[in-house]
């Protein structure tokens, strides 16, 4: 990259632009996005996510990916991002979340997560609600509260 490039892309970070989300976009997989310990913060930081974090060599994870996938492009529709992250080369983010068991499902939405409990019924996925919270649980600072359905 030119200097002439390098500091149009400093000026338009330093003026706000790419503050929502990061500069560099996250690796995908179809409409999946990839996500790391690395990029985690700045891809989140805005929007309605739907996360899975899972093991890659957990069978319940691997019956869920192309449930992911195909569910990561009925949301696009709705501006919900679809998410997965690997719980095993992600630690940081696995012990954040304190996972205990893979899949784990989280809905991210006005700076609140609710995990998804229902997870290992996997037709049911696709009938979440893109901005609901039926079937969830609220974390709050490491707290979990029932939500009323």
């Not at 990029?39 to 019956?63: H, K, R």
Request: hydrophobic share 40%.
């Amino acid at each position: 990259m030119s200097v002439r490039r390098q500091l149009l892309a400093a000026l338009l970070l330093a003026a706000g632009f790419g503050s929502c989300c990061s500069s560099r976009p996250a690796e995908k997989l179809g409409d999946v996005i990839i996500l790391t310990d690395e990029n985690f913060d700045a891809e989140t930081a805005c929007g309605v996510w739907m996360l899975d974090i899972y093991a890659p060599g957990c069978i319940y994870c691997q019956q869920l990916d192309p449930i992911w996938r195909s569910f990561a492009s009925e949301m696009k529709k709705h501006d919900v991002k679809v998410a997965k992250i690997d719980g095993i080369q992600n630690r940081v983010i696995a012990k954040r979340f304190g996972i205990k068991g893979y899949p784990s499902i989280y809905l991210l939405r006005d700076g609140q997560t609710w995990q998804y409990n229902s997870v290992r019924a996997l037709q049911e996925v696709s009938g979440l609600q893109p901005i609901g919270v039926a079937g969830c649980r609220l974390q709050v600072h490491g707290t979990k509260h029932v939500v009323p359905v």
